[in-house]
């Protein structure tokens, strides 16, 4: 068996809703089935193949090829099995994720990981704002599994994430971690403004001091052999973290303007 | 059965089904780890009057341990769930908790049918004062709670198993002495084993007891008939030159556990051999009718139980 290979004819003109074409929803059905699934593109329904070149037939191992970034909720609601996407991904890539592991082979849009519950998301480029963050009217943003960025993430990542593991090699923006209610982000490169803004609970692993405002509360200098355990669990994910050894860190604790109970851990 | 000159009676150990845990307790160094552990395990020889029968099982390298530091492995061993789960909870908390740097993990975790999930750090959280934090990490929640000398860590639950308690052998010799050197090497070959402990004083009893009593509140009392001093008094079960005798009991995961224990320690206890005073070895049992577990100790040395 070879992995369902999607590759996509001609630059859309519209947005494609990828979320038909997950492991779990094409698991046994015959490829000329999988050729007549309606996407919805813009306002139209096109059938798959007049999409894409499909072929192969493993199911659980489906390759996107070709994408240029109006493929939006690829790998959405996702369960079981393994995405791998070539090119850039559009908006919402492993939206409300529950399982299986998606791997984006450049960058992905707004909302990557939003409402994601269990998996892997390993987006290699860059992510966009809103990273594991609750979409409009959600009252909780990622809420397990873990997500590595190679490259940077934009504003408001991990914004109210409730639980789950959000690691990021690069650089991230403008309130990262805000509204956070729990779960673990790391940033190995600068963080943006107000960082932690409005954070209930929850851990922002830092390499890097970032300007932080009034209401984040210095607590520091520590050594927290909890870190060890941390760094454990990041052993086999494909990211730098897992080299990590440092357990001296800057503590400070907030958002006391949100019950306080958050923290940032400034490695030394 | 005679090994090495010491005769090996035609007699079982008879054992009970217990309930039984194993926590990872780590430390800055190990000698902090010690601190914890022994407390933790103090007064726990005999679930008689202990709750539980608790000691270390052994010592843990870094490399071993959650947290990367050095560390023991502590077994605890009651006779119901409910006892095990509230004495575990009570010295973590006066024993662990308490002990600069240490921490403290599951030891037994997999498979669900087998193992029970039983709270370690779930209840010692609320000494944090909302203050504790959670961490979910690799599928299991730690507790970090703030105490004076940082944090406090501990792992939310540890397993707990179907056990066996009371395997034993007694050892019988011409003196007090020769008795001890005996259990002593015993206990130093039967130490590097996994998965069992020998809950006494060094690992040894010297009061073994039979059950009731004279004394109409006592359910156990002393085995006169394996006592020296008694030899003339009762019907005793020891031949003239028999002037001590001690006994190591045994506390394991499984029976097979409990055999290998068995077949390591009588071995070397008979190395020293009748030259040193070591003429017998016998077991405790209550004529096979109160505990499910016999162990033939012919059959355990012979490889066949």
Redesign the interface.
């Given at each position: 068996m070879s992995a369902l290979t999607f590759r996509l004819k001609d630059a859309p003109q519209q947005r494609i809703d990828m979320s038909p074409l997950t492991p779990d929803r094409l698991a046994g059905i015959s490829p000329a089935d999988i050729a007549g699934i309606e996407l919805q593109c813009g306002k139209r329904k096109l059938r798959a193949a007049e999409i894409f070149d499909i072929s192969g037939d493993d199911a659980a191992e489906i390759d996107i090829i070709n994408s240029g970034g109006k493929l939006d909720h690829i790998g959405s609601r996702m369960q079981v099995g393994r995405i791998t996407l070539t090119g850039n991904a559009g908006d919402y890539a492993g939206f409300e994720m529950r399982g299986g592991e998606l791997v984006i082979q450049g960058n992905a849009e707004a909302f990557a990981a939003g409402g994601m519950r269990g998996g892997l998301l390993h987006i290699q480029g860059s992510a966009g704002d809103f990273l594991g963050s609750a979409i409009a009217g959600e009252r909780q943003g990622m809420r397990g599994g873990t997500v590595v960025v190679t490259g940077n993430a934009g504003d408001r990542a991990g914004d109210q994430m409730r639980r789950g593991l959000l690691l990021i090699e690069g650089n991230v923006g403008n309130y990262c971690g805000s509204r956070m209610i729990a779960g673990t982000i790391g940033v190995l490169g600068d963080v943006g403004q107000y960082a932690g803004y409005a954070m209930r609970r929850g851990t922002l692993l830092l390499q890097k001091a970032p300007e932080l405002h009034a209401t984040i509360m210095d607590c520091g200098l520590h050594t927290l052999p909890y870190l060890n355990l941390m760094y454990k669990s990041f052993a086999g994910l494909p990211t730098h973290f897992s080299r990590l050894q440092q357990i001296r860190v800057r503590r400070y604790a907030g958002d006391i303007a949100n019950d306080g109970k958050g923290e940032i851990l400034i490695l030394q | 059965m005679i090994l090495n000159g010491v005769t090996i009676d035609d007699t079982f150990a008879e054992a009970f089904n217990m309930r039984g845990t194993r926590v990872i307790i780590?430390a800055q160094n190990l000698k902090w780890a010690y601190h914890a552990a022994n407390a933790m395990t103090g007064f726990a020889t005999s679930v008689i009057a202990c709750g539980v029968e608790a000691a270390i099982e052994r010592e843990l390298t870094p490399v071993e341990t959650?947290?990367?530091?050095p560390g023991v492995s502590i077994l605890m061993f009651a006779m119901g769930s409910a006892v095990l789960m509230k004495q575990l909870e009570t010295r973590l908390g006066q024993c662990v908790l308490t002990c600069p740097t240490a921490?403290a993990f599951s030891g037994i975790d997999g498979d669900p049918e087998t193992v029970t999930r039983i709270g370690l750090g779930k209840n010692l959280r609320f000494f944090g004062d909302?203050?504790q934090?959670?961490?979910?990490?690799?599928g299991k929640r730690?507790w970090?709670v703030p105490v004076m000398d940082?944090?406090f860590?501990t792992e939310e639950t540890t397993g707990m198993v179907r056990a066996i308690g009371g395997g034993n052998f007694l050892v019988l010799a011409e003196s007090q002495p020769q008795a001890l050197a005996a259990c002593e090497a015993a206990i130093e070959a039967m130490r590097k084993l996994p998965n069992i402990i020998m809950p006494f004083p060094g690992g040894v009893v010297r009061s073994g007891s039979k059950v009731g009593s004279k004394y109409k509140s006592m359910i156990a009392s002393t085995n006169d008939a394996f006592c020296p001093t008694l030899k003339g008094l009762v019907k005793t079960q020891l031949s003239p030159e028999i002037e001590s005798v001690m006994e190591i009991v045994i506390d394991g995961l499984t029976a097979d556990d409990i055999s290998k224990a068995m077949r390591i320690g009588i071995t070397a206890a008979c190395e020293l051999g009748a030259a040193n005073g070591i003429r017998r070895i016998s077991a405790g049992n209550y004529g096979g009718k109160l505990g499910p577990h016999l162990f033939h100790l012919h059959k355990i040395m012979r490889g066949t139980a």
């Open positions: - | 780590t959650p947290d990367q530091r921490a909302g203050y934090i959670s961490k979910h990490l690799g730690y970090r940082g944090e860590l």
